[in-house]
């Protein structure tokens, strides 16, 4: 048991603060019953935090604030995508919050499924799954359906130099954007509509170039 429970905690530090989880996560490492068990004294513990009913997190803290902050909401919202087997994707408001581009924390996160349409409360939170056609879902990279989306809610006049800024930034912020990611996120997004395609293509230009470049954009 207890190196059941050292390997949830290895896999749960690795992942880094912030991360949301439940059995469903470790279900390669033991049985549900011994894994409902770690994370039970884990949560007691309080090296994670319990969400929701089978449902943890591992805690994001503030050196400034001195204090716990909320859960990840797209870090949740993909934590119950995996425990179900959805297939998600973001939609524009939270997009644009988890992009950095809006300061506003919206109360609800809403999100395209293939499952059931269902809402959560999280934390004075909440995570709505709307069901949605597959053809809505097609993007296969968590960082294209993030740019699509927040493009889509900005509009063909909307995307800002400063706003593309902060999209580049937020795909490579420890430097340029490897190549590789780059011409993944490039050929994920090739169908989506025109305008919107020609916007990530401006965003992963930004991405890839040093962080000098990026600034004086």
């Not at 905690?9 to 439940?22: C, D, H, K, P, Q």
């Not at 359906?145 to 800024?165: M, S």
Request: glycine share 8%; hydrophobic share 35%; net charge positive.
């Amino acid at each position: 048991m207890k190196s059941i429970e050292k390997q949830i905690v290895n896999r749960i530090y690795g992942m880094g603060r912030g991360w949301a989880f439940s059995r469903k996560d470790f279900s390669l490492l033991a049985g549900a019953e011994h894994v409902d068990k770690s994370l039970s004294r884990l949560a007691q513990k309080g090296t994670i935090r319990r969400l929701a009913r089978g449902l943890y997190d591992y805690p994001r803290f503030s050196r400034w604030l001195q204090q716990t902050l909320g859960p990840d909401m797209d870090q949740v919202a993909h934590a119950l995508a995996r425990k179900f087997g959805w297939n998600i994707q973001v939609t524009g408001n939270a997009a644009l919050n988890i992009l950095g581009i809006s300061t506003q924390v919206p109360t609800r996160y809403i999100y395209l499924s293939d499952g059931p349409s269902k809402t959560y409360s999280v934390e004075g939170g909440e995570i709505s799954f709307k069901k949605s056609r597959y053809t809505h879902l097609g993007l296969k990279l968590h960082q294209s359906a993030l740019l699509v989306q927040a493009i889509e809610a900005l509009g063909p006049d909307g995307l800002t130099p400063e706003y593309t800024q902060a999209m580049a930034r937020y795909l490579s912020p420890q430097g340029p954007l490897p190549d590789k990611q780059r011409s993944a996120i490039a050929k994920d997004t090739q169908f989506v509509t025109s305008w919107v395609q020609a916007s990530v293509i401006k965003v992963l230009q930004l991405a890839s170039q040093p962080e000098e470049a990026t600034c004086d954009a």
